[in-house]
């Protein structure tokens, strides 16, 4: 199935109240709120993964990545529009909307510790005071759109990809360029830290997932097969880390020796996100086909289909108990979903 984009859609904001189970929320530019009846799928799963439902639906903007706060207390939501910061405990709370950037905002980052980052078409990187909404630094230096961001495990270093095929790694506190990491011949899709936050893992639209070492900046081993553009990669634990890919495969791999351990194939259309659930049981995937699918992956099976947004899903995010994932979609609407 091949899902076609849809108009953009007036503000709507829904609360589904169903006792023990998750609820999505949903919003757009902010208009007055009007009320919408919906009554949720319930689709049952194998245990131990719970039933998951929408609870609710946000509108606003165009969605490009979401994220939650380490602590779970905040989501922040990467759209066209800026960073829209919500209350993941309330989301009937108006969000806040931190502007600075001149661009869509592409991606955004949190450290361990809970400062966040952005990424924009307008070739910077933003580091933000989420308590009072405040832009603490630009960091530029980038020649083209800011795609990807990821922070190291201990939150001294963020590193950030582009359109202008580099990586860059910079000084969390001062915001200096230590590094740029090149070799990639396509747009940087994706960027990700191991657990040890000895190696950092790039994908882009050349096809190829590479691998540096994160202090000296040196490449490591580059991982490709026939698959076309690599839109998303994710650590597991050491050595081992997961790819979506134009192909609407995943794979699994053993970045020891680049050979593939798992082949992933549900999806009908591009994978374009990945993360794996906090304990590293369950992998979500994010597709072109419109749904959400959650894997067992040591099994190599796929336990659950989402289904309800009308367009490419973009981003997926777990919260940091594992009781919810966020969905954001082309369809201009974040979901989120929760486990009976």
């Given amino acids: 199935m091949h899902v076609q984009r849809q108009p953009h859609r007036a503000f709507i904001w829904t609360l589904l109240s169903i006792a023990g189970a998750f609820v999505s929320l949903v919003t757009a530019a902010p208009v007055p709120l009007a009320a919408q009846d919906a009554t949720p799928t319930l ?105 990807a961001l990821a922070w190291s495990p201990d939150g001294r270093v963020l590193a950030s990809g582009a359109a202008d095929r580099t990586i860059r790694l910079w000084n969390a506190q001062d915001g200096a360029l230590l590094r740029t990491l090149e070799g990639h011949t396509g747009l940087i899709r994706a960027v990700a830290w191991s657990a040890d936050r000895r190696t950092i893992a790039s994908s882009a639209l050349d096809g190829t997932i590479r691998l ?21 990669v994710a650590w597991l634990a050491e050595g081992q880390l997961a790819s979506g890919t134009a192909d609407g495969m995943i794979r699994l791999w053993d970045t020891t020796n680049g050979t593939v351990l798992q082949s992933l ?22 597709s072109a086909d419109g749904t959400i699918r959650l894997w067992d992956v040591t099994k190599g099976e796929s336990l659950q289909t989402l ?20 969905s954001g979609s082309y369809d201009r609407t974040v979901r989120i979903w929760g486990a009976r």
Avoid: C
């Avoid at 990545?65 to 209350?87: E, I, N, T």
């Avoid at 540096?212 to 839109?231: I, P």
């Avoid at 289904?307 to 919260?319: F, I, K, L, P």
């Fill in 265 to 286: 194939k549900e999806h009908t259309d591009a994978v374009y996100a990945l993360a794996w659930s906090p304990d590293g049981r369950f992998l979500a995937s994010g």
């Fill in 43 to 147: 689709t049952p799963s194998p245990e131990p993964l719970a039933a998951f439902v929408e609870l609710e639906r946000l509108e606003r903007g165009t969605i490009n990545q979401v994220a939650f706060s380490p602590d779970g207390k905040r989501l922040a939501v990467a759209s066209s529009l800026g960073v829209w910061l919500y209350d993941a405990q309330d989301f009937k709370r108006e969000p806040r909307l931190l502007e600075g950037h001149t661009g869509a905002v592409f991606s955004a980052a949190w450290s361990a510790e809970g400062r966040l980052a952005s990424g924009a078409a307008d070739m910077t990187v933003r580091l933000w005071d989420v308590e009072s909404g405040a832009l603490l630094q630009t960091l530029t230096g980038h020649i083209s759109l800011v795609y």
């Fill in 212 to 232: 540096w070492d994160a202090e000296s900046g040196q490449l490591v081993r580059t991982l490709e097969e026939d698959m076309g553009a690599v839109f998303a």
């Fill in 307 to 326: 289904e309800g947004h009308t367009d490419w899903v973009w981003s997926v995010a777990w919260s940091p108990d594992g009781r919810r994932l966020v």
